[in-house]
Structure formats: structure tokens, C-alpha cells
């Protein structure tokens, strides 16, 4: 199945913008990314702040757990997605057959981000927090239809699903900003 599976391009993930005449392509990957850089710049431009060459001004930009680019074989993202909206906004810009990293609280949506994510997703690996209101991984794995692993520590799970995803695959870990603080914190790379 590996075999099977085309690399990921990862300029894919990046985003041209245009503005004011002058185009370039944000450092950051997500559609989503640009709706929030016009919102900056309309703000910026009010108060008379607008930077004269907004690619410079926007080199080495970086947003730790949205849509970072944390490997490349294979390919893993993290993106703190915690809401149906915004899991919603994270698909328009990832292709099918992921293999994904879930947890959340259990004060959040749910049942609606993980029936989201089925619509890109191949195979579930949910895991869990140290906080108190996580949702236990094996709760989150009787919820989908998908396959699923319940793998509690969260480093481990992200470990397994590059292991599913294999080399070409692309591993997305989302649900919960405590999750990839989590991981960051005991992941010797970060």
C-alpha cells in the first residue's frame, strides 16, 4: 500500500497572496492563513502601519500548530484545529488518505471534527492529554467508523501513525492545542 501512495508536495501547502500589487507566497502554510494575513493588513493599513515590502516583512514568519510542517517522510503536520469550523477549514487544504492523530476535550464538538476528518481521513490513531478533561482514546475510537488505534501516549501515537502512513503518506495531528504541546514538550527535535 505504501508503494501505492504519491509524495506529498510540500510547496502544495504554501499560499500565494496578492496585495496591493505585490505578490509572493506566505511562509505559512493554509488558505485559511491568507483570510487572516488581509484581516492584519486591513488593520495594519487603519492605523497607517502597513510595511513597504510585505515579503520581507513576512520571511521566517512561522505559527507553531498550524498547519507546521514538522517531517517531511513522511509528511507530518500539526495543527491545533479544535472546533468544527476550523477542522473544517484544515481538510480544504490537506488531500484524502491521512492518517490522523485526534484527541480533544471533552468540552468540545466531538463527534462533529472526528465525522469532519472522516472525509480525509484513512485511519485514526486517537490518543489522550494529562489533562483532566481529555477524551480517553479508546472513547474516541468507538466513535468512528474508520479503523482506529487507541494508543494513550501521545508521542507514541504520532510515532505509530508515521509507521501507518509509511514514507509517501502524510500523518495529521490535530484536535487539541494540549496535544501538540504534549508531544513538542517530549520530543527531542522540537
Known amino acids: ?41 486591513a488593520l495594519l493599513e487603519e492605523m497607517g502601519e502597513v510595511p513597504r515590502d510585505i ?3 513576512s520571511t521566517g514568519l512561522s505559527i507553531p ?9 513522511p509528511v507530518v503536520l500539526h495543527d491545533g484545529a ?21 484527541n480533544c476535550l471533552g468540552t468540545k464538538r466531538t463527534q462533529e471534527m472526528i465525522r469532519a476528518l472522516e472525509h480525509k481521513v484513512d485511519r485514526f490513531v486517537m490518543t489522550e492529554t494529562s489533562r483532566p478533561s481529555s477524551v480517553p482514546a479508546q472513547d474516541l475510537a468507538d466513535r468512528t467508523q474508520l479503523p482506529a488505534d487507541a494508543v494513550a501516549n501521545p508521542l507514541e501515537a504520532q510515532q505509530t501513525a508515521e509507521t501507518v502512513a509509511g514514507q509517501n503518506g502524510v500523518v495529521l ?10 508531544i513538542r514538550s517530549s520530543h527531542p527535535s522540537f
Open 1 to 41: 500500500m505504501e508503494s501505492a501512495r504519491k509524495p506529498v508536495e510540500l510547496d502544495t501547502l504554501s499560499d500565494r497572496f496578492v496585495y496591493r500589487g505585490q505578490a509572493f507566497r506566505l511562509p505559512i502554510a493554509g488558505s485559511f492563513q491568507s483570510k487572516n494575513l488581509s484581516v492584519t493588513l
Open 55 to 57: 515579503a520581507a516583512a
Open 65 to 73: 500548530g498550524r498547519m507546521e510542517l514538522v517531517s517531511g517522510e
Open 82 to 102: 479544535h472546533n468544527p469550523p476550523a477542522v473544517n477549514e484544515l481538510l480544504d487544504d490537506l488531500p484524502s488518505g491521512l492518517v490522523c492523530v485526534f
Open 173 to 182: 495531528v490535530t484536535g487539541s492545542l494540549y496535544l501538540l504541546g504534549e
